[in-house]
């Protein structure tokens, strides 16, 4: 055969072969025998192997091709992938619909109302109808790489042909959506795992999430993936007007788009629609676990604009708690870093909303009793999409007579000290502060994303770390060595950098960080925020007297005394000056003046602003010498309002405190145009 011919003949089989890959994967019509496509295959494949100057990237025998990656290259996206807030009632939902309305007084409103697949989202993108490159959604504004495996999903176009209508490809488009497993190929690979003797995967989620990352597509080709797509990024060289009129366009470009949305013109209609949906889920071959209900027309999208995570134009329905039947085979004491003992139930595995749940936290001896849950019962456990799976009762009718009631012990199980009742609550403690267990525990939330953010130091290391002895409190940490740690288990030159690295740079972490990881009782996340604006430095809260921390707003008599308490105790003075002399940043220098032009002003902020965080915006106030407040009162200046505002908004307009939006702050800080801002006399309105 002559090239000319050639190129001729495998142009033709390649339009073929897509033309039967839609039938077959996008449509579920096949036209012809899997025996007949796979002769059009072997036809194309025979002659790219003759003639390889005709190969090119997107021929479907490119499929599964290319050689296992070492790392997936980092790739940013045009348009940033954002999350969808959630909502887990029709209340939630009609709040939605009254906010929309609001922001868009009389207009007419048409939603979108759509499954919510449970995969792993991507972006595509697409140069005149061609598959350049696809990718994770990462960190939303760039993530991994993944075309080669992307390819490997027969049901994703790599050449974009219109069936429907003329109108040309767009020059570019980042085509967005959801890669997924079906429940039967999820099952399928389960079961080929087991065979093998590796682990299993919990859910149809988590083994298209590690199919995806996968470095070698000819492993991934193996996986049955499948996509659906719903979204667009960047588009060039065209405008849609509607979101139906997007997925309109992606059906008719071959993309495989779930067939279950519909338009609907009231809440009263999404609402039924969602219901509807919430019963029949279980019927559809693959998961899902809520629905997405959008803004359809363009136009009122680009009006109701995004706030810093998520589109104001579209929220995720979430389907309420699964409950669903286990065994309570044991029940374990765990030790908590204040020593407070706590009852965990071991339960035989089990599948629900998403996830194998095996244990489930049970409390304290209180709720045990009040549940009447025994050792050996049937239990019911529900799970709420994220929210922690809860033994909600037992099924007393099922018990054999065999269950044992269960008592909390009389001596705490890592180190036997015997435990005390603490009298202003229900839990029972060990007393003994150098409890391994405690310590342990101790270490974790010290270094945990929340609070110091100590890469390389999760609950293994630390309980590693404390068993050796290497570590008796947080101090220690900062002290380590790379000998000794070299000496332990598991321990390479790697981990042991990678450890001491993420230790390094905690040192610098915010003063509010840094007093939540010290884990002074009743001292949560707000509490320290709170304390480290008013006290600015960890040395000048370490002297704070009693009668100073109560008069803060937002800092109550229990709080305020477990504070001093804290600081009173010789050994946690003791932790406290190792961190010092280790290198932890007390927050002395964590704001460097700008200005004075704030000087003796209290701003507050509510809500969220575009540019900053709540934590940056109130650092540029303290930069210009200002004061940032907790709270709204007569002495307030300024209330800088953002996006959702919560009461302290209502509260500025009643006491008449002067109100800027975020435009206003920017000039408030630069002090330009500053004439034209009211002040508050501190006198109240
Ligand atoms: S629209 C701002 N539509 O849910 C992102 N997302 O919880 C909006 N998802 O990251 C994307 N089904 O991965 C949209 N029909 C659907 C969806 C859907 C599943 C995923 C998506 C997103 C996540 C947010």
């Not at 499929?63 to 969808?84: C, I, N, Q, W, Y």
């Not at 085509?175 to 690979?189: C, D, K, N, P, Q």
């Not at 209502?650 to 630069?670: H, I, M, S, T």
Request: net charge neutral; hydrophobic share 40%.
């Amino acid at each position: 055969m002559k090239l000319d011919d050639a190129r001729q003949e495998v142009e033709r089989l390649r339009r073929e072969i897509r033309r039967h890959d839609i039938r077959y994967y996008i449509e579920a019509q096949p036209e012809i025998s899997d025996r007949e496509y796979d002769m059009l295959y072997k036809a194309l494949q025979d002659l790219e192997a003759q003639f390889p100057q005709l190969i090119t990237a997107d021929s479907p025998t490119r499929r599964v091709a290319g050689e296992p990656l070492k790392t997936f290259p980092v790739v940013p996206h045009r348009v940033p992938m954002l999350s969808l807030d959630n909502t887990y009632s029709h209340e939630e939902l009609e709040e939605f619909d009254a906010r929309v309305r609001r922001l868009l007084p009389g207009e007419k409103i048409a939603y979108v109302v759509e499954l919510k697949f449970d995969g792993v989202s991507v972006s595509l993108d697409y140069e005149k109808g061609k598959f350049i490159r696809g990718a994770t959604r990462g960190d939303g504004t760039q993530g991994d790489d993944i075309s080669g495996n992307l390819k490997t999903i027969r049901s994703i176009p790599m050449i974009l042909e219109r069936q429907g209508s003329a109108t040309r490809m767009p020059a570019l488009m980042e085509v967005r959506g959801e890669i997924y497993m079906s429940r039967r190929a999820f099952e399928l690979l389960n079961k080929q795992k087991e065979k093998a003797g590796e682990p299993l995967f919990a859910n149809p989620r988590n083994a298209a999430a590690g199919s995806l990352k996968l470095l070698d597509p000819k492993l991934v080709a193996g996986r049955h993936l499948d996509a659906f797509f719903y979204g667009a990024g960047a588009v060039e060289g065209h405008a849609f007007e509607t979101h139906h009129e997007l997925l309109a366009f992606l059906k008719d470009a071959c993309f495989p788009v779930n067939p279950h949305w519909k338009l609907c013109s009231s809440m009263e209609e999404v609402l039924k629609r969602c219901d509807g949906w919430e019963k029949r889920r279980h019927d559809l071959p693959y998961e899902t676990d809520g629905m997405v209900v959008k803004v359809d027309r363009a136009d009122q999208q680009r009006r109701l604009g995004f706030t810093s995570k998520s589109p104001r134009f579209m929220i995720a329905y979430k389907f309420p708690a699964e409950r669903v039947t286990t065994r309570l085979e044991e029940i374990e004491i765990q030790v908590g870093r204040t020593g407070t003992l706590t009852p965990v139930a071991h339960l035989t595995p089990v599948f629900v909303a998403g996830t194998t749940v095996s244990r489930a936290n049970l409390h304290n001896e209180d709720d045990i009793a009040r549940k009447d849950v025994r050792i050996g019962d049937w239990v019911m456990v529900e799970k709420a999409g994220e929210i922690i799976p809860q033994v909600v009762e037992a099924i007393a009718s099922r018990r054999t007579g065999h269950e044992k009631k269960f008592r909390m012990p009389a001596k705490c199980p890592a180190c036997g000290s015997g435990v005390v009742h603490d009298p202003e609550e229900v839990a029972i403690r060990c007393p003994n502060v150098a409890c391994p267990a405690q310590m342990k525990e101790r270490i974790i939330h010290f270094a945990a994303r929340k609070a110091m953010d100590i890469e390389g130091m999760g609950d293994v290391m630390a309980g590693q770390l404390v068993d050796a002895g290497l570590v008796r409190d947080y101090g220690d940490l900062y002290r380590l060595r790379k000998e000794a740690l070299l000496k332990l288990e598991r321990m390479g030159e790697l981990s042991v950098h990678h450890l001491l690295k993420g230790i390094e740079d905690s040192k610098t972490r915010p003063l509010g960080r840094l007093i939540f990881a010290l884990g002074i009782r009743h001292v949560g996340s707000t509490a320290a925020d709170i304390l480290s604006r008013r006290f600015g430095s960890l040395e000048k809260l370490r002297r704070a007297a009693l009668e100073e921390l109560t008069t803060i707003d937002q800092i109550g008599p229990v709080v305020a005394q477990s504070i001093v308490d804290y600081f009173g105790s010789a050994g946690n003075q003791k932790v406290l000056d190792k961190l010092k002399g280790g290198g932890v940043v007390f927050g002395e220098t964590a704001t460097a003046r700008v200005s004075d032009t704030l000087e003796g002003l209290t701003v507050v902020i509510t809500g969220s602003l575009e540019k900053y965080s709540r934590l940056e915006a109130e650092e540029a106030v303290r930069a210009h010498g200002g004061a940032a407040g907790s709270t709204v009162s007569k002495k307030t200046d300024y209330v800088v309002v953002g996006i959702d505002p919560g009461s302290k908004y209502q509260k500025a307009l009643a006491l008449g405190v002067p109100v800027l939006d975020e435009a206003g702050f920017e000039r408030l800080l630069k002090r330009a145009a500053l004439k034209n801002l009211p002040k508050n006399s501190g006198k109240g309105a």
